[in-house]
């Protein structure tokens, strides 16, 4: 069985940065193309970021800029560096593969950006 542990979250003031991780095991995750998504209170969840198993990568235009994804498939692991943090990234942020059979949701990663 699959499980997926998102790390990294944290209440940062506006202009801060960090840096989220998920880990995955079960999986032969180099196999996967992955995605970091994130829900707001309120709204429906959304991707930010995505890289394929080859490395080509992508983001959503209101993260674009501020936000790198990467991965390290020895560590089975894909992290989300974040700078430049808005308010309006306050969120709950996951991590799934990007197959039309996602696997169970981990529990998420808190972002908090306040002053």
């Known amino acids: 069985q699959v499980r997926v542990v998102e790390s990294g979250g944290d209440l940062v003031q506006p202009g801060g940065s960090l840096n989220l991780s998920c880990t995955a095991s079960?999986?032969?995750?180099?196999?996967?193309?992955m995605g970091w998504y994130r829900q707001a209170p309120g709204k429906q969840r959304e991707l930010v970021a995505t890289i394929t198993n080859r490395g080509s990568i992508d983001y959503a235009d209101s993260v674009k800029g501020r936000f790198t994804i990467s991965r390290d498939n020895a560590k089975k692991t894909v992290y989300l560096q974040m700078n430049s943090l808005k308010p309006e990234d306050t969120a709950l942020y996951y991590c799934?593969?990007?197959?039309?059979?996602?696997?169970?949701w981990g529990q998420g990663t808190q972002v908090t950006v306040s002053s």
């Open positions: 079960g999986i032969v995750f180099s196999m996967y193309h």
């Open positions: 799934n593969n990007l197959s039309v059979k996602p696997w169970d």
